[in-house]
């Protein structure tokens, strides 16, 4: 009973209007993650796309807060997803691919990772900091999300088209070996996560020009296409850090978040940022191969870790851009070199 009761909220949150999430839509993002960029490799995780949409607060017996009221629970004396505070939802669509190191082979390359694409939309709950932590009066803000995403692996991902037409419009290498990817497979993640900002410091007397704070994450997956548990931790330098919890990006990665509340009087802002974090894997179709059929696979390592710096930008009081370089540790046995690619992302404020 308590799955069920757990369950039907969710598939309540997955069946959200489209319609209604744009038009309540106070923050659009869009993001690109590439591993061209500073990386200079196009292998394994090698682009992401992501387009997303978050409400503004949703007041009264709206719809969001009900089903945040059917999902929160104490564990211990803590409360979870309690709807005593800011309560958003956000909509969000968005395609990965995954290949070999080598494009050139038309085989199946058994010591490498499969190629793989995943289309998938996402609807999850953002709950922000309660009114009083807006105000600095408390130690650290705190924000909890829970996100569904729905999706399919394989062919139906058209991630092979993706990557054959962008390579040709830039003169890349074509990738020959796509007939070799995972087979077609619905997937879900159900995922919940955990930021924790601490009240920024100013590093110059009686000016918030310059500022420091800390923000710890956690969060836990649970799907065919992901399970993991993980932690991170960044470190921002700079001003307007109150404005969000960092910069969005493509799950599974070190937290960051459509949430952004800039003040319209504050024309310019930035601040660099510096993050790692790490994962128990316990589960990764793109190294594990098809639930349901056999597949290739490859051997995954257990724990991951990211290293990440980058620097965010707030301009004209509504938008902010934001660029990031990852460095992420091998992710399966066979993998000779670490993974870096770099994230882009540009959010709108309405």
């Not at 709950?127 to 650290?140: D, I, Y």
């Not at 993706?162 to 040709?168: L, P, R, Y």
């Not at 796509?178 to 879900?188: A, K």
Request: with cysteine; glycine share 8%; net charge negative.
């Amino acid at each position: 009973m308590k799955l069920i009761r757990f369950l039907m909220p969710l598939a309540v949150l997955a069946l959200w209007p489209t319609g209604q999430a744009l038009a309540q839509c106070t923050v659009a993002s869009i993001q690109f993650e590439n591993d061209i960029g500073l990386g200079g490799t196009d292998r394994h995780y090698t682009h992401g796309s992501r387009v997303s949409c978050m409400s503004e607060n949703q007041t009264g017996d709206s719809a969001a807060r009900e089903i945040a009221d059917a999902l929160s629970f104490r564990l211990g004396g803590y409360e979870l997803l309690s709807s005593d505070r800011d309560v958003r939802y956000s909509v969000a669509l968005g395609q990965t691919m995954f290949t070999p190191e080598d494009l050139t082979r038309a085989d199946l390359i058994t010591e490498d990772r499969a190629y793989a694409g995943w289309l998938f939309g996402s609807f999850g709950l953002v709950l922000g900091p309660r009114e009083a932590q807006k105000t600095g009066s408390t130690a650290f803000d705190r924000m909890e999300s829970i996100q569904l995403t729905l999706g399919v692996v394989g062919p139906a991902s058209v991630a092979d088209h993706t990557q054959k037409f962008v390579h040709s419009l830039i003169d890349a290498q074509k990738p020959r070996g796509w007939r070799n990817q995972l087979r077609n497979e619905p997937g879900f993640i159900v995922e919940y996560e955990q930021k924790w900002r601490t009240n920024s410091w100013n590093l110059l007397p009686g000016s918030d020009l310059l500022q420091v704070d800390l923000m710890p994450s956690a969060s836990v997956a649970l799907g065919n296409v992901h399970t993991y548990g993980s932690v991170a931790g960044t470190f921002r330098i700079g001003n307007r850090l109150a404005n969000d919890f960092g910069p969005p990006r493509i799950r599974p990665s070190v937290a960051g978040s459509e949430y952004y509340e800039p003040d319209p009087d504050e024309r310019l802002g930035a601040y660099l940022f510096f993050s790692v974090g790490a994962r128990a894997v316990a589960r990764n179709i793109f190294l594990d191969g098809n639930t349901f059929t056999s597949s290739h696979s490859v051997e995954k390592k257990n724990v991951v870790g990211d290293l990440q710096v980058g620097a965010v930008f707030s301009l004209w009081g509504t938008a902010r851009l934001s660029l990031t370089h990852i460095i992420r540790t091998r992710e399966f046995d066979e993998q000779d070199a670490l993974n870096q690619f770099t994230a882009f992302s540009l959010s709108f404020h309405f």
